[in-house]
């Protein structure tokens, strides 16, 4: 699978953004997708998953303010993840990962997006 995200950007604090991600070469009938962010200096973390049967998870830095989601076309999925009340500690490079192998969540083994910024401000 091969995945790229968009939809990065600077928003003020309390904004809201919409990333994407489109996952390519998914012939897969399961597998989990998710959201990662990593700030800098820290670790990176998993901030929302969605498994085949659409059932999502949050981590709790994000629940009520961050809504993941997935389409599937023709060999692709696309999940996007609507953020909504974002504050300066929201920003980091967000990555989307999939593994198409798993049917629910969380993944083992991920493939990667190559990440996008976003930055929150006052």
């Known amino acids: 699978v091969q995945l790229v995200e968009s939809g990065g950007g600077s928003v003020q604090t309390g904004g809201s953004l919409t990333l994407s991600c489109v996952v390519s070469e998914y012939v897969y009938s399961g597998g989990c997708l998710a959201w990662f962010r990593q700030a800098p200096g820290k670790e990176r973390e998993v901030v929302a998953t969605?498994?085949?049967?659409?059932?999502?998870?949050?981590s709790d830095s994000v629940k009520g303010r961050f809504t993941i989601s997935s389409d599937r076309g023709k060999n692709t999925r696309t999940v996007s993840l609507y953020m909504i009340g974002l504050k300066s500690e929201d920003t980091a490079m967000y990555y989307c990962?999939?593994?198409?192998?798993?049917?629910?969540?969380?993944?083992?083994?991920?493939?990667w997006g190559q990440g996008t910024q976003v930055t929150v401000s006052s």
């Open positions: 969605i498994d085949a049967e659409g059932t999502t998870s949050y």
């Open positions: 990962a999939a593994d198409p192998i798993t049917y629910y969540c969380p993944g083992y083994r991920y493939s």
